[in-house]
């Protein structure tokens, strides 16, 4: 407990920024592809967005809690799945849900409304399931998080390259056509080369504690994926709602959980270790995820 909870990560502020820049980029990629018609009929059933804030906030911290209780990780682990159980959507998740075909405006939708809410959310939900585990009890400290930062956050990330790429499509269609999969490509192209550097930058952690953080966050996220698909099934969502739910609740915003943890919790071993490999491991699974999904049609269901 003392060894893991006195690693530090190499993971700098001007890291964080590089990566948001990108993940800027990438959601100014996926707007190209968006229309009015989509986010209208989003209005016209809110349906969806509501299940899939339940799958984020409600049914995936849940899990999170049983699966500490399955595999009982040392306390600062467990305390770092909690958090990123409850940091909001991350918006790599919109990419990952336009390139499996699924509900591209409803994945915005929720992971805007996520963002939102985790200014109230990502607290309450830590706090709650923090409580609840007797190790983490004693570690767990009160997170705030600044409402106006996270304001900015939503703009410059998500509203901002979301409402240029959404304007570009409809002024310069000719452009927008030309520029959608090239742009995929160089967002695919350029997350790989951060996963590299990540991964090199912490290579010796990973190799220290890969047995004990890993697998704990390998079955972590496989049970956000599942938990996000088999909520929106189970109330009866078709199958581009399903593929972006699931999306939404397995694609977290690991950057702000490392933030939050270097901030609030003094950059705690186990903490930090967690979130970060999270944030590389996500981008793993969800692109493989993503490519399947890509290659098998949907199943459509005729709604009454």
């Known amino acids: 407990m003392s060894e893991l909870d006195a690693v530090r990560l190499n993971f700098s502020p001007a890291t964080l920024h590089v990566l948001n820049a990108i993940l800027a980029i990438v959601m100014f990629g996926v707007?190209?592809?968006?229309?009015?018609?989509?986010?209208?009929?989003?209005?016209?059933?809110?349906?969806?967005?509501?299940?899939?804030?339940?799958?984020?906030?409600?049914?995936f911290p849940a899990f999170t809690f049983l699966l500490v209780l399955a595999?009982?990780?040392?306390?600062?682990?467990?305390?770092?799945?909690?958090?990123?159980?409850?940091?909001?959507?991350?918006?790599?998740?919109?990419?990952?849900?336009?390139?499996?075909?699924?509900?591209?405006?409803?994945?915005?939708?929720?992971?805007?409304?996520?963002?939102?809410?985790?200014?109230?959310?990502?607290?309450?939900?830590?706090?709650?399931?923090?409580?609840?585990?007797?190790?983490?009890?004693?570690?767990?400290?009160?997170v705030a998080v600044d409402p106006l930062e996270m304001f900015v956050t939503i703009f410059v990330l998500l509203g901002l390259p979301l409402t240029i790429g959404v304007l570009t499509a409809r002024r310069w269609p000719t452009f927008a056509a030309k520029a959608r999969v090239p742009l995929k490509r160089f967002s695919i192209g350029v997350f790989a080369l951060f996963l590299l550097f990540a991964l090199v930058g912490n290579w010796r952690y990973f190799v220290a504690f890969v047995q004990r953080v890993v697998f704990a966050v390998f079955l972590h996220n496989a049970t956000a994926l599942t938990t996000g698909y088999w909520t929106a099934a189970a109330l009866g969502l078709p199958e581009r709602d399903r593929r972006a739910v699931s999306f939404e609740v397995g694609i977290q915003n690991s950057g702000l959980g490392l933030i939050l943890i270097f901030t609030f919790f003094s950059g705690l071993g186990g903490m930090a270790i967690v979130a970060a490999w999270w944030g590389i491991w996500h981008i793993v699974a969800g692109l493989s995820l993503a490519t399947y999904w890509s290659r098998r049609p949907l199943r459509l269901r005729v709604d009454s």
Do not use: Q
């Open 71 to 142: 595999i009982r990780p040392a306390p600062s682990i467990a305390l770092g799945m909690m958090l990123v159980a409850s940091c909001p959507a991350g918006n790599i998740s919109n990419f990952l849900v336009h390139l499996a075909k699924g509900n591209t405006a409803l994945s915005v939708s929720i992971s805007s409304a996520s963002t939102v809410l985790s200014v109230v959310m990502t607290p309450l939900v830590l706090r709650f399931w923090g409580s609840m585990y007797a190790p983490t009890r004693a570690i767990l400290r009160e």
């Open 31 to 59: 707007a190209l592809d968006l229309r009015g018609e989509d986010f209208r009929r989003v209005v016209e059933n809110p349906k969806p967005v509501l299940v899939g804030l339940a799958g984020h906030y409600l049914v």
